[in-house]
């Protein structure tokens, strides 16, 4: 008897959002970003009501570095990624990946058969970028791709980049293979990019520096610091985004924070330290709505995948991580 050929799985489809924008940023508390007091105006005033508020995102750490890799990863944190990985130490050789995927250990390089969502996006026909802000070489100084310190510790320039806001250097399935080098540029292609859709990723992960970013002490003297300068960096910047014609066709911005500032002394203390909120902007997401779920940047992930019709990878895929995918496709029940 003749053996029939099993069928190729189906290729991942995504839904009505085919451009995804991810702006990372670091929040100086719930309130200074989202507050009656708000600290950036652009965001609460302008951005807001155009937009869906996720009113209880919870980063997973204060830390930058952990947070990101878990919004393009779904690995946990570390001790090492807690402490920020000035070095990509590599993980010891006991480590193991348990059955959902989830690297065991301390350390900051992920061994190249651990996927990320760029890794995903490479098997399948979207594409990714990522952009960040004053990334040069540390010996020339020059504008330079995929940048980390890869034996050396790293020694940012105050106010410039840093390999902490950079989660895609962390993964030798992107950096071995040369993906890291070809899709994780300097900011100043951004622009150029945008100018098109056939020239806009489907997936665009974008990080300021760290003064624009928002981290307090990071900026210039006399100059704007903390939540007022990332609130004049998104002024400048999300008009290219929500202008272009890949966002006007099928976009959707998401405006996120991957890191808490240490309090301000004499501020008064949040509720919820690492409560730092989030803003979903697309004609597919309410105006004005709040989404009160509990999300955190598994939840970033695992809505992400679900808008290209991917699986879901390590913490993404658990039962407790909420999604807030469903009303952007169009289904009714979010949250879930």
Known sequence: MRKLRTPPPPKPEAGRIKHVFVISLVSSGYQATFGKASAMPYLSGTLMPQGTLLSNYEVLDQAT???GIAAISGQPPNKATKEGCPVFEAFPSSSKTTGAGIVTGDGCAYQVEIQNLATQFETVPFTWHAYMEGMVSPTTGEPENCVYPATEPEVPVVGGYSAQLNPFANFHSLLDLGACATNDEPITALKKDLKSEKNTANYSYISPDLCSAGVT??????????????????????????ESPAFKKDGLLIITFNGVNAPEPGAPKEAKPLKTGALLVSQFAAPGATDPAPYNPYSLLRSTEELFGLGQLAKAADPKTKSFAQPLLGEEDGGD
Not at 225 to 231: C, E, I, N, S, Y
């Open 65 to 67: 570095t952990p947070n």
């Open 217 to 242: 002490g990071q900026c210039p003297e006399g100059a704007p610091t903390g939540a007022a300068a990332a609130d004049a960096w998104l002024e400048e910047t999300v008009p290219l985004i929500v």
